[in-house]
């Protein structure tokens, strides 16, 4: 796969009129969703080097990342007269880079593109690294191809406009690419203020996570061994997104992959080591501004089906990528169904969505039981209804 080049701008115009100028074309094609469209069309209209190019539209949000908008992006492409030499540009979140790049690559056997991700998560992680697709039959970018942009142009200016929410999406992602890579750039990502945010501070730390991946997968460009790190916390993540779908209560990608980090660093702790304070300080980031996922212990078997579908996986083993240490990363590492519930028994308490100990703490002060009797008690009752591990009881 070619390498893409990215470019954390400072003139997007200057950076685009470049980029443009190293693809010779034909005819020049822009797709904008209908939030790109308001939003950031009119910054771009101004540049010279697209007042000649045509523009496509499509509908916003995932629910538009299929066939039928791919083939309304392939037919827009043929009427306004693209050959094997048109370059189309893709502007939008991850939902327009994902399906514009695939629009392109499959487009008269493949076209060049590049893409202007505009939200922190298309910035971070879907415009990079090449992976293009589209949802099919129910599941996400269940069709698609590797491919490559011939540049990214990353401009935080755009971030201005993103809410708070769609910011956090993203900031789990370099949250992720902070826990893959150093001690240092973790701490910076955990110190980051919400409250008063700096662009120029987070258009740094976005220039560091973007190159955390590129080094990635320019080492694995098609998943076959390193690149698997990029799945820390999207095994269990993606189950709590398709959990969250089923029961009508969407949640952003990142909130889930934020939660997914939780649950993967559990694992981590206890399979492979890592360190139970990072861990600790991890938990208290998620917990501070994503808040908790609420889901109950009916439902551990339905996440269990989804972690046990997911396309990571091979030989019917749920993969999981876990890790020693801060960037010290163990691919290809498996869980038992036992340990997966055990696992979400422990976010439960970590994340404090009920306490059982508090609930048997409640039932023991109640009874006024003598110490001795009181903690044989709360051992044989939370072990008896296997809601805790000893270990797990470590983190009351
Ligand atoms: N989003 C993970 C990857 O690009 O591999």
Known sequence: MSKQEVIICHNLEENLNKAI???????LFVLADEHTRELCIPVLSEFDCIKNAHFIYIGAEDVHKNLETLAYVWKELGDKGASRHSL???LGGGMVTDLGGFAASTFKRGIKYINIPTTLLAMVDASVGGKTGINFNGLKNEIGVFSP?????????????LDIRNLLSGYAEMLKHGLISTHDHWIELLKFDFN???????????????????DIVEQD????????????GHTVGHAFESLALETQHPILHGYAVAWGIVCELYFS???????????????????????????????????????KHDKKNSAGIINFTLLTEIGNIQINQSASKDEIFEMLDFYHES??????????????????????????????????IKLLTIKQLEYL
């Open 21 to 27: 100028n190293q693809c010779p074309h034909d005819k």
């Open 88 to 90: 189309l540009i893709n």
């Open 149 to 161: 942009a011939e540049s990214v142009l990353i401009d935080a200016n755009f971030l201005k406009s």
């Open 196 to 214: 008063n945010i700096d662009y120029k501070v987070l258009q740094s730390l976005v220039g560091k996570s973007v190159q955390i991946k590129e």
């Open 221 to 232: 460009p098609f998943e076959r061994g390193i690149r698997k790190a990029l799945n820390l």
């Open 269 to 307: 702790h206890i399979k492979t080591g890592f360190p139970k304070d990072k861990l600790r300080q991890t938990i208290l980031f998620v917990k501070e501004h994503y808040g908790v996922m609420p889901f109950n212990c009916k439902q551990y078997e339905r996440l269990y089906e989804f972690m």
């Open 351 to 384: 994340m404090g969505c009920w306490s059982p100990f508090k609930q048997m703490e409640r039932i023991v002060q109640t009874f006024h039981l003598s110490d001795t009797i009181k903690t044989s008690f709360i051992y044989s009752q939370l072990q008896s």
